[in-house]
């Protein structure tokens, strides 16, 4: 497997240089999925933009997702003619859209996508997340037909989490890419 069949994609804002993303793309030579504007995300920009990417890619395809990412993913996954090229996605940390702080910046993105995903995903949530409740994550994981993963108090799962490279996300992505890559 290629390293940029491995698609990186940041939440509202892009990942800073401290965030387990950006370590990834470094790491690993991921490719992260750049966006024109980070700061004011417009869903059919962000959808559009991510239908380029992987049309660019040759071979089975992987999603790393993170915060508005995942929401991004389920949008996509419902509009894409492509959906068949994704093996798996690991969705980190979804941001609730739909929650009253984000109504006025992050407007374009509700109704959040509720279809099951038609790829293999497993979604890692916090229990102390300020940009989604236990609840909600757990939520979004039955819909889309993720496996769901408790990571504990771990905030936004963010570079604020100081997690630096962290190693047990990148397991996670690992067992993805094996059991896609056996067929199980």
């Given at each position: 497997m ?9 939440g ?11 370590k990834?793309?470094?790491?690993y030579?991921?490719?992260?999925v750049e ?31 993170h ?8 949008a996509?996954a ?44 497993i979604?890692l ?21 993720s496996?769901?993963i ?6 936004h ?27 199980h």
């Open positions: 290629q390293p940029n069949q491995v698609l990186i994609l940041p509202w804002q892009g990942c800073g240089p401290l965030h387990w993303q950006s990834w793309v470094q790491n030579a991921y490719q992260l966006q024109h504007d980070w700061m004011r995300p417009l869903r059919g920009d962000w959808l559009s933009r991510l239908d380029e990417v992987v049309s660019d890619v040759c071979g089975p395809i992987y999603l790393v997702a915060s508005l990412g995942c929401i991004q993913v389920a996509w419902n509009i894409s003619k492509q959906t068949h090229r994704v093996k798996a996605a690991l969705l980190v940390a979804p941001g609730d859209v739909e929650a009253p702080a984000f109504k006025d910046v992050l407007s374009s993105w509700r109704p959040i996508c509720l279809k099951p995903l038609p790829f293999k995903s979604l949530g916090s229990q102390n997340d300020p940009h989604c409740t236990l609840e909600r994550a757990q939520f979004f994981a039955k819909l889309w037909g496996d769901w408790d990571m504990g108090p771990k905030g799962l963010n570079a604020d989490s100081q997690l630096g490279d962290w190693p047990e996300g990148h397991d996670f992505l690992n067992q993805l890419m094996k059991v896609e890559e056996h067929g």
